[in-house]
């Protein structure tokens, strides 16, 4: 099974408001990352956020991580319609952060203009 | 920079075809990914690289799958013979590895339809 489930699997929201996603995981990791991707294209990478870190932000996006709970959230403000597109975590269980990462099954998030 | 390089885009084959995808990584980047994405199965890594050198190829469905990388801006990943349940998209990833976190790009991917 996947390391990362994310939650809701979809999501629609009007133009102008939050949408959270979340990730949860079953094995103690290095690292969390966020990755975009738009339909028909290649994952982009949005943000990562180590074990150590709490909460981290980049632009209009916060991500939380809750070592404890094994999940972590993101939160993307003020969305827009370019937000559209399925988001993926992925965790990193190395120690020494080598090479593996372990993707989600993803969120995809319809943003209505 | 170009980013990943993948070709082809598409590629549309009979079943019992040899198929054959290409991967040119981001220029000084010395880890490659190849990935598989699938409605039913998600996005599967199937085989990764370190400096030119296979490290894990545990994700390779079958025998018919293999990749190579005989050098550092250029791999492969064949599939002899193909078959339906092999369509999906192929994505390739780098990164470079040393630094301490673990980004990695992906290419555009290639949408194999097999017959």
């Known amino acids: 099974s996947q390391q990362g489930e994310e939650d809701p699997q979809a999501l629609s929201i009007q133009e102008g408001e939050n949408a959270t996603m979340n990730c949860s995981y079953k094995?103690?990791?290095?690292?969390l990352q966020w990755y975009r991707q738009n339909s028909g294209r290649g994952l982009v990478h949005l943000i990562l956020i180590r074990s150590n870190e709490r909460e981290k932000h980049s632009g209009r996006l916060r991500v939380t991580l809750d070592t404890s709970k094994k999940s972590s959230s993101l939160l993307i403000t003020a969305s827009r319609a370019a937000d559209t597109a399925s988001y993926f975590c992925?965790?990193?269980?190395?120690?020494?952060?080598?090479?593996?990462?372990?993707f989600g099954t993803g969120t995809r998030l319809t943003i209505i203009p | 920079d170009a980013g990943v390089i993948q070709s082809p885009r598409h590629e549309v084959t009979e079943m019992g075809q040899e198929v054959t995808l290409r991967c040119k990584p981001i220029?000084?980047?010395?880890?490659l990914f190849w990935y598989r994405q699938t409605m039913m199965r998600g996005l599967e890594l199937l085989i990764y690289f370190n400096n030119n050198v296979p490290i894990d190829d545990s994700g390779m469905p079958e025998d018919r799958f293999s990749a190579k990388m005989p050098n550092a801006s250029f791999s492969t990943l064949k599939i002899q013979p193909s078959e339906p349940r092999d369509s999906a998209v192929y994505f390739c990833?780098?990164?470079?590895?040393?630094?301490?976190?673990?980004?990695?790009?992906f290419g555009p991917g290639t949408r194999l339809t097999v017959l």
């Open positions: 990833a780098s990164r470079f590895s040393g630094r301490t976190y673990n980004e990695q790009f």
């Open positions: 992925a965790t990193d269980a190395s120690n020494f952060g080598n090479e593996k990462l372990t």
């Open positions: 094995t103690s990791i290095n690292n």
């Open positions: 220029s000084g980047h010395n880890s």
